[in-house]
């Protein structure tokens, strides 16, 4: 495995955020008004286009960075289109196609927030949704930056119920576990083990010696 120097989250919140129900219970009763953003709006309905007339399974991932994960996730869904999100034009220009062959993928820079809104009022036969090291926010008081403390959490839960995050924090997943929870999910956390690294994030975190964890979202029915 590489070395790496990539630095601990820091933080002085002691397990899950004793406000975290109350929050996720006032976002379930709530309506998010805010605007789309229009490059949002247009990245969508381009994306929409390219599934115009597909009926398989369609999966996302979220936050996807460079997109490194996405084409990953493409090879081992071949008969699925997959779909990487990134708010940030620079890393999603950095994203390169490794092959001609493999046209099941994009990656699109759009803001997930309304992404995510877009989506729940779709068509789409979304059957997996991969959120890959999503920034933590660690401190006490940005409780309400992370996606299961947000308003954003009502549109990922209406999308798909099989979800998948990973973090090197474990009081994230613990949380967003126990979020998950309210919209009647079931959830399996582990520690990453292998070297099969889904991201760079993971690749430099393992390769400084940190611990990194998966957390596997589901309906009870599944």
Known sequence: MASGNSREI????????????DLVKKYQVSENKRPIIDHTQAAFDEV??????????????S????GES????????PNARVIGID????????HEHYSAKQDN??????????????????????????LLYPNPYPKKT?????????????????????VEVRSNWLIYLMEFAQAASHYGLISDLAEVTGDDHMTPFERKYRGSGQSCW???CRSEES
């Open 70 to 77: 996405t084409t990953n996730i493409a090879k081992a869904n």
């Open 142 to 162: 940005q409780v309400q930056k992370r996606w299961h403390g947000s308003a954003a959490m009502v549109d990922l839960m209406a999308i798909t119920p099989n």
């Open 214 to 216: 998966q957390l596997k």
């Open 105 to 130: 993928y994009r990656v699109i820079r759009a803001d997930v927030n309304d992404f995510w809104r877009l989506v729940k009022l779709s068509n789409w036969r979304v059957t997996q949704h991969f």
């Open 10 to 21: 820091t933080t002085s919140q002691v397990g899950i955020h004793d406000k975290l129900d």
């Open 48 to 61: 929409s286009a390219w599934l115009e007339g597909f009926d398989g399974d369609v999966i996302l991932d």
């Open 87 to 94: 708010k940030s034009a620079l890393r999603v220009d950095k």
């Open 63 to 66: 936050c996807c960075g460079v």
